[in-house]
């Protein structure tokens, strides 16, 4: 096949890429060249944004592709404008969006057909999302452009460049106190990058599902209590937690700690049930993987403790 990645140099775009480095497809991976690596064998960097049309138009009509896994749209222009520059239709769009689209609700675990929106905590960023799902879903109905949304929730592994897992790793590492939103109670969904990646060429490779989304995550819940637990005994290190409450400092649940205090899960039953796909990694497994990748990094994350810091103080009574 010939596949085209728009985004492809950083987290899962680049896990993707260095899976599809071990196929015979020959793979064209668009992106800003802002994150320099080494593309394997089969496959061709062009630096190009996006949003420059002359340049990107001449790549997108370079070749029909087969697959093309959209890995950078943020809002409906990104989508509707590549839409726009095909001279001839791909033979699957897959749009990589997020489980931010959904509504917040009680009835869980949350399917593909639950209402969408503006999320309360994600905002913009899920707004962004489903604008770009509703061109492409429109694109669908109106002139059969091959779209397929898939619906991620908190994406965790080696190489993620959001400060989540590598927080925990950071502060248990240094002894810090765990600043934890009102006790971590909530119960969430972590997705490990390389089974995220396996199922997304599950669905480049297979045919069908264009019209469709899907939800794609790990098969295991944990409250954040839970995964501080967890995360301390990979490490093999003790730990002391502080439950706070950070709207009491005019902050965020994101502000002390890598995830909100909001239970939130989705099902992946019907993505698993057409393509007979279950993940691979388990929880312990892929934070362990992460953990000792870490370890090994000399390109952290750069920490920033002055929140917490504020917090612990004047929950300890300090001033500083």
Excluded at 190 to 213: H, I, K, T, W, Y
């Amino acid at each position: 096949m010939n596949i085209l990645i728009i985004g492809g140099s950083n987290f899962i775009g680049w896990m993707l890429v260095e899976l599809l480095g071990q196929t015979s497809h020959t793979v064209t991976v668009v992106n800003r060249g802002n994150h320099p690596r080494h593309y394997p064998d089969n496959a061709t960097n062009i630096v190009c944004d996006r949003h420059d049309s002359a340049n990107f138009s001449t790549v997108i009509k370079s070749a029909k592709f087969d697959v093309v896994y959209d890995m950078c749209a943020f809002v409906g222009d990104d989508v509707q404008t590549t839409i726009n520059l095909f001279s001839a239709q791909p033979g699957k769009y897959i749009f990589i969006s997020t489980a931010a689209t959904y509504l917040e609700t009680q009835e869980l675990p949350i399917t593909e057909n639950h209402a969408q929106g503006i999320h309360g905590i994600w905002g913009k960023y899920g707004g962004g999302k489903l604008d770009c799902e509703l061109v492409l879903l429109s694109a669908y109905a109106n002139t059969g452009f091959p779209a397929v949304v898939v619906r991620p929730s908190y994406v965790y592994g080696v190489g993620n460049t959001l400060d989540r897992e590598t927080f925990l790793f950071d502060r248990i590492s240094k002894g810090r106190k765990i600043l934890v939103p009102e006790g971590g109670e909530a119960v969430i969904q972590l997705g490990e990058v390389s089974d995220l990646c396996r199922a997304l060429l599950v669905l480049g490779e297979r045919a069908g599902s264009v019209g469709s989304c899907y939800n794609i995550s790990g098969n295991e819940l944990i409250t954040l209590m839970g995964l501080v637990s967890l995360v301390a005994a990979i490490m093999g290190k003790s730990y002391q937690t502080v439950s706070v409450n950070p709207k009491k400092y005019g902050m965020s649940d994101r502000d002390v700690f890598p995830f909100d205090n909001s239970t939130y899960y989705t099902s992946c039953e019907k993505f698993s049930a057409e393509f007979q796909w279950i993940p691979q990694v388990n929880l312990r497994q892929g934070l362990t993987q992460a953990y000792e990748n870490w370890l090994s990094s000399s390109d952290r994350i750069p920490t920033k403790y002055e929140k917490e810091d504020l917090v612990l103080a004047d929950s300890e009574g300090r001033n500083l």
